[in-house]
């Protein structure tokens, strides 16, 4: 068996799966991807049905702190949800294909709408430590594309744009559920650097000089696989630290995860407030 075939049968195992999560019930119509230090939202989730992604034929299985590793079915300010707790970023494998299963198997289920969540640094002083940022667009550079090699073109075309890639509609209705919520979100470009490393002062000046507005190592992969499939993607940075030589912050993980938690709070009710508008099947 091909990796491509071995995918294709992962892909429609876990979908399976993940159907059998709902109890018989609809496929929720939004997934949504906690980033590091915002597992907690997986807590908030109703009536879970948890499924570790080890159970999940294909799907990726996430080593760093932070990122639990699992999917769960639930409700979620009343509305159906599918939350996918963790990921496993591309410093941590050369490997596209878990990843291209995750997402896929979730849009092989019936999802419709990926939500994404990241800890990002900031790359402007006004978009503060703590706060959140509506991503608007993004920058791709990580070295690598997971669509690279043979198209799978049971999922998507080879060749696809990526104009609005960060839908403009549902940014616009997360713009509407922050200021009913009178949550502070700030909006700009997402610049996304392979890691483990944080970046150095003269590679945040160049994010700087290329538009970013935040910088982290992790979302746009997501977002390509799920553009490629058809999906909606809408997403948000939590802001953990400002970009090296921008503030006089020591960067590390421990210090990302906890200020990811200070942020935690607005972030769940932003997302709590959102999911049943997101899956809104209109517009």
């Given amino acids: ?73 639930g409700r979620l300010g009343g509305s159906p949800v599918l939350v996918l707790n963790g990921r496993k970023h591309f410093y941590e494998t050369n490997d596209p294909y878990p990843l291209r299963t995750m997402i896929r198997g979730v849009r092989a289920a019936g999802v419709e709408v990926l939500f994404l969540s990241n800890a990002a640094g900031s790359l402007r002083p006004h978009i503060g430590v703590s706060e959140l940022m509506l991503i608007t667009d993004h920058v791709n550079f990580l070295g690598l594309n997971p669509l690279t090699g043979p198209n799978d073109d049971a999922f998507g075309p080879r060749f696809f744009s990526m104009t609005g890639a960060w839908d403009p509609a549902l940014s616009e209705r997360l713009r509407a559920v922050a200021r009913a919520e009178a949550i502070t979100l700030h909006e700009g470009v997402y610049v996304a650097f392979r890691g483990p490393s944080f970046e150095t002062p003269a590679e945040i000046r160049m994010a700087q000089g290329w538009g970013g507005d935040a910088v982290g190592m992790s979302s746009v992969p997501e977002c390509l696989i799920a553009r490629h499939c058809g999906m909606r993607v809408v997403g948000v940075s939590c802001i953990t630290n400002m970009g090296a030589g921008l503030s006089d912050e020591n960067l590390t993980h421990a210090h990302t995860i906890e200020n990811a938690s200070r942020g935690a709070a607005a972030f769940e009710r932003l997302v709590t407030a959102a999911v049943p508008v997101l899956a809104d099947g209109s517009g």
Avoid: W
């Avoid at 929720?28 to 991807?33: F, S």
């Fill in 1 to 73: 068996m091909t990796d491509q075939e071995s995918h294709l049968e992962n892909v429609s195992k876990s979908a399976a799966a993940i159907r059998a999560a709902c109890g018989g019930g609809p496929v929720p119509r939004v997934a949504i991807v906690l980033g590091s230090g915002l597992g907690g939202l997986a807590d908030k989730v109703e009536a879970a049905t948890v499924v570790p992604y080890r159970d999940l034929p294909g799907f990726p299985v996430p080593t760093v702190a932070g990122h639990a590793g699992t999917l769960l079915v």
